[in-house]
C-alpha cells in the first residue's frame, strides 16, 4: 500500500494538520514538525496499514491478531509514545512477543523496515524522520538478536581458552 493513500480518513481521526508544514523537496506534501500523540497516531496506523498488504508479515501479523487489531494498535501508540515521547505509557515486553513467534525467519526483521521507512518518510520532515528511523532499527537490532543471536553468536573466550587449566584441586 502507498503510505501516501493509506492514512486515516478526515472524519476518522483528529489530525492535527497545525503541526505538519510544507515539504520544500517539491512534492508539497505536507509532514510532521514534531512528534506527538496526534502524529505518532498517524503513523501506526499508517505502518499497520501497509504491513498488512505485505505478502508474508501481512500474514504473519493477521493470524496472531485476529480479532485484538485493535487493542494491538493502541498497544503500539503507547510503544511509540514511551520511545519517541518517554513518558512511560507502554509496559510490556517485546522481546517475548517476538521469540514466541516461531515463523518468524531472519530476514523479516528487514522486511519489516522496509515497510516502516517509506511511512515514516511520508509522514515526518526529513530530520525527524532519520531519527524515528535510527531508533526503529535499533529496537529492530535488538530484536534480531534476542530471536535470532544465539545461532551465530560466539562462546566467551575463557570456554576455548586450552592454556589455562584446570589443575585440580590442592586439597
Ligand atoms: C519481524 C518483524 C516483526 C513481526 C512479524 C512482528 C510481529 C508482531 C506481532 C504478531 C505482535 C503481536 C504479538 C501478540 O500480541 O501475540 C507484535 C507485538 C509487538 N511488536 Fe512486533 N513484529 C516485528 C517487528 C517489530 C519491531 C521491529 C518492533 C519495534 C520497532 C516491534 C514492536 C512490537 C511491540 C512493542 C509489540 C507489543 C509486545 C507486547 O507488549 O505484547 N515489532 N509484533
Not at 494538520?17 to 501506526?44: K, P, Q, T
Not at 505509557?89 to 516502516?116: C, I, N, R
Not at 511511512?119 to 529496537?139: G, H, K, N, S, T
Request: some cysteine.
Amino acid at each position: 500500500m502507498n503510505p501516501r493513500n493509506s492514512g486515516p480518513k478526515s472524519d476518522q481521526a483528529p489530525v492535527s494538520r497545525r503541526h505538519r508544514v510544507a515539504d520544500d523537496a517539491g512534492d508539497r506534501l505536507l509532514r510532521y514538525e514534531s512528534v506527538d500523540e496526534a502524529s505518532i497516531r498517524v503513523m501506526v496506523q499508517t505502518f499497520y496499514g501497509c504491513i498488512r498488504e505485505h505478502p508474508r508479515l501481512g500474514e504473519i501479523f493477521s493470524r496472531r491478531l485476529e480479532g485484538r487489531w485493535d487493542e494491538h494498535l493502541l498497544k503500539m501508540e503507547s510503544f511509540w509514545q514511551s520511545v519517541l515521547l518517554k513518558n512511560g505509557a507502554y509496559k510490556g515486553k517485546p522481546v517475548p512477543a517476538h521469540m514466541k513467534q516461531k515463523e518468524l525467519v531472519s530476514s523479516d526483521y528487514g522486511e519489516w523496515l522496509t515497510v516502516f521507512r517509506p511511512v515514516v518518510r511520508e509522514l515526518f520532515v526529513p530530520d525527524l524522520a532519520d531519527e524515528i528511523i535510527m531508533v526503529a532499527e535499533r529496537i529492530a537490532q535488538s530484536l534480531w538478536l534476542a530471536t535470532f543471536g544465539f545461532a551465530a553468536a560466539t562462546p566467551p573466550p575463557e570456554l576455548s581458552v586450552t592454556t589455562s587449566e584446570w589443575g585440580g584441586s590442592s586439597r
